[in-house]
């Protein structure tokens, strides 16, 4: 079997894949245009978030058995056409989630003893102990909407704290000892932590909005490791200037590229995100909550094991 490695990966992947026996070939410069002239020489073909496969891309693909998507969302991916022509679509949820948990547990405690406000501050020659009191988690509801892969490895990292933990899911019966399958309207009652482990799709696609944020009996922070297109951003400013939202760690943003990889390309920054960078009360990444070295590696073996499993 053929396959094309359209983004670089752990050398692992590679290497594993050769030694069944398959040959790799990688083009990590190619336009789509140029990807789709010789796609129909591959069996299967591994990418992260370089470009969409769409339906135009798959039917050039005629003899594509697998895709093979080195990260946990497959929004990029025409999911109901490739399985139309009976491609296996294989992503790894299992080998970043612990990365996000402890990322979205990292911003979660910045943001309550407001470490990155202090940090500058006294960077800058400034004591200020009384400003930058902080608040305790132990105590508090934490409320996790989406409770596959990424929400269950948060609410584990909970299991420390002395805190409740609610989840909302679409599909029924996902609870577990870490967390209680909650309504949304109950999650919306009791709530002072929400945290996003969604994925891209039509119903998540600016969920908290305007609305959704009003809904909350209690204002409560935000933290969004998922999706950036999840949080109408906007919504989310005026939120947090009337206090509504107490503060806010993004690791996604709207604004976003669909490969991830770039913000705005003229460097004209919106006025709500100018207001995010001003904010002390909101926390910044760059889409790394499972970007770690450790993650890297666990999500290359991921996709060569489900390959091996597949085709065995």
């Known amino acids: 079997m053929k396959i094309l490695h359209l983004d670089t990966n752990h050398p692992l ?39 969409s496969i769409d339906k135009q891309f798959i039917d050039k693909a005629s003899n594509l058995k697998f895709i093979g998507r080195v ?31 402890e990322h979205a547990l990292g911003m979660l405690l910045s943001l309550f003893n407001k470490l990155n406000k202090a940090d500058n501050e006294v960077r800058n020659g400034k004591w200020l102990r009384e400003n930058n009191r902080g608040i305790e988690l132990d105590g508090k509801t934490v409320g996790l909407i989406g409770y596959g892969n990424m929400g269950k490895a948060f609410a584990k990292k909970l299991r420390g704290f002395d805190v409740e933990v609610l989840c909302h899911d679409i599909l029924e019966h996902v609870g577990d000892e870490n967390a209680k399958q909650v309504s949304l309207k109950e999650l919306q009652l009791k709530a002072d932590v929400l945290s996003l482990h969604t994925p891209q799709t039509p119903l998540t696609i600016g969920m908290v909005n305007k609305s959704f944020i009003a809904s909350f009996a209690k204002p409560f922070w935000l933290i969004n490791t998922a999706r950036g297109k999840s949080v109408v951003t906007t919504d989310l400013v005026d939120a947090l200037k009337s206090g509504k939202i107490l ?49 890297k590696e666990k999500l290359a073996q991921t996709i060569v094991d489900k390959i091996k499993v597949i085709f065995s």
């Open 247 to 295: 503060g806010a760690g993004l690791d996604v943003l709207e604004y976003e590229k669909t490969s991830f990889e770039n913000l705005f390309a003229d460097n004209e920054l919106p006025e709500a995100f100018q207001y995010l960078i001003d904010s002390k009360n909101v926390l910044l990444s760059p889409h790394v909550a499972g970007w770690t070295v450790e993650s």
């Open 13 to 51: 992947l590679i290497d594993q894949l050769n030694a069944i026996g398959y040959q790799n070939d990688e083009n990590y410069t190619a336009t789509k245009a140029e990807i789709e002239a010789i796609i129909e020489n591959y069996e299967g073909i591994v990418i992260r978030s370089r470009f």
């Open 71 to 101: 990260g946990a969302g497959l929004e990029n991916i025409d999911v109901d056409y490739a399985r139309q022509k009976n491609i296996h679509l294989i992503a790894a949820p299992e080998g970043n989630r612990n990365a996000v948990g």
